[in-house]
């Protein structure tokens, strides 16, 4: 169980993040916000890499703030940005997060980094330098290391940006085996991830904690709300950008799927919400 208690965050006079209190227990949980949310932050914090202005978090009862040493080696990594030396090969880089994360064990040690290559489809490529890697490859030896030792606590900060499709299909079922027995937290933007892959999630909006939900209970925030229908000329240039879901022109006419709490225009008909518009009536209903 992983419990984040009251936390918060400053950088000069800049809140990051305000009083998040989280509850995450095994299985994925999606945090999901817009940039600059504090979705980084947050993780950054959660690793250990940085300490909170105020408040701890606890993973199995023990403090980040009293115990990062400990912590840390039950926790796997992620960081949005993932830099490694482009010298190095996959496992150079698996051996030594393996090293750090108390895997002391050689043939242990080894024997995890064949198993996390072959589950990122890296296994051919083991030896290779990283500075022959495309973007999605780095991601990859990313989302391994972040696996090695098998930590309580996975933290994946916007793993599915530059994966292909393939790559990601793989990501997810990758994710759904392991959160049987650990808890996984991934951020994203990217409002299809948290649909194909979590149960619960949270959002962030400017540091504070909107909403701690299921994927269902977010949808149904624009129940009622999602109308769609061919809109009369001009419009949807009276509208507000965020209310409008998607448009598409087909032929001399505009269908457009709006968010509106009541029947927007003559013809258009009321849909049940996806996830994405469940997540755009919360942000859109929440003050600026
Ligand atoms: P997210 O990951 O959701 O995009 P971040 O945690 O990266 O959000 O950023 C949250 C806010 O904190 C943003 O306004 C960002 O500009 C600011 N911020 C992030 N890191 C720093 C830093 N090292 N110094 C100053 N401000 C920062
Ligand atoms: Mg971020």
Redesign the pocket.
């Known amino acids: 169980m992983i419990e984040i208690r009251n936390l918060s965050k400053t950088?000069?006079q800049?809140q990051?993040l305000s009083s998040v209190n989280l509850r995450i227990s095994t299985g994925i949980f999606g945090l999901l916000?817009p940039?600059?949310?504090?979705?980084?932050?947050l993780m950054r914090i959660m690793a250990t890499l940085m300490k909170p202005s105020t408040g701890d978090v606890f993973i199995d009862s023990l403090s980040i703030n009293a115990h990062p040493e400990k912590v840390r080696r039950m926790i796997g990594y992620l960081p949005?940005h993932f830099h490694v030396y482009p010298q190095l090969t996959p496992i150079e880089i698996l051996d030594y997060v393996g090293v750090m994360k108390g895997l002391t064990n050689k043939q242990e040690r080894k024997e995890q980094i064949l198993h996390w290559l072959h589950e990122v489809n890296l296994t051919s490529k083991a030896n290779d330098k990283l500075k022959t890697f495309s973007h999605g490859m780095k991601q990859r030896v990313g989302i391994a290391q972040a696996f090695m030792g098998n930590p309580k606590l996975i933290v994946l900060d916007e793993p599915t940006v530059g994966l292909d499709p393939e790559e990601r299909l793989r990501f997810r079922n990758l994710l759904s085996k392991e959160a049987l027995n650990k808890s996984i937290l991934l951020s994203t933007h990217v409002v299809t991830d948290i649909e194909s892959s979590c149960y619960e999630l949270a959002v962030?909006k400017k540091g504070e904690l909107i909403l701690d939900a299921t994927v269902d209970q977010l949808k149904e925030r624009a129940c009622g709300k999602v109308w769609e229908g061919i809109v009369p000329p001009g419009y949807l240039e009276n509208l507000a950008e965020d209310t409008i879901l998607s448009s598409e022109h087909r032929g001399t006419t505009i269908h457009a799927r709006v968010l509106a709490e009541e029947k927007p225009f003559n013809g258009a008909v009321m849909l049940d919400p996806n996830l994405e518009d469940g997540y755009l009536a919360l942000l859109g209903g929440t003050s600026s």
């Open positions: 950088y000069n800049h990051a916000g940039n600059g949310a504090g979705k980084s932050t949005q962030l």
